[in-house]
């Protein structure tokens, strides 16, 4: 069997220092399960976080742009002749406006 080079064994111990910490488990509790000395793991995890990198999983994250929503903007208000008004959201259908007022005009 291949010995271990220093990077993988940082890299494993790195996998159990995250599953102690997000078992709930204690450290012996954990040592027992898994057969990895709780003096390896404490060890570990001091020298991870004393060299200020992290020991739980990471989370993905993507980047978000957030826009105004058009259904949300403010309305347009069509004020008609004889006090009637039209509102419509943005993004509204030009043609089905058209037809829209025309039909009030009409009344």
């Not at 200020?52 to 993507?62: C, G, K, L, N």
Request: glycine share 4%; net charge negative; hydrophobic share 40%.
């Amino acid at each position: 069997m291949p010995k271990a080079t220093p990077a993988s064994r940082a890299e494993e111990m790195r996998r159990h220092v995250n599953d102690l910490d997000e078992s709930g488990l204690s450290v012996r509790e954990y040592s027992e399960l898994t057969r990895v000395s709780a003096s390896s793991l404490y060890q570990w995890r001091r020298r991870f976080r004393n060299t200020s990198q992290d020991v739980a999983p990471s989370s993905d994250f993507v980047s978000v742009t957030v826009v105004p929503d058009p259904i949300a903007a403010e309305p347009l208000v069509i004020e008609m002749a004889g006090g009637r008004r039209i509102m419509v959201g943005a993004g509204f259908d030009e043609d089905a406006l058209r037809r829209l007022i025309t039909v009030v005009e009409s009344c």
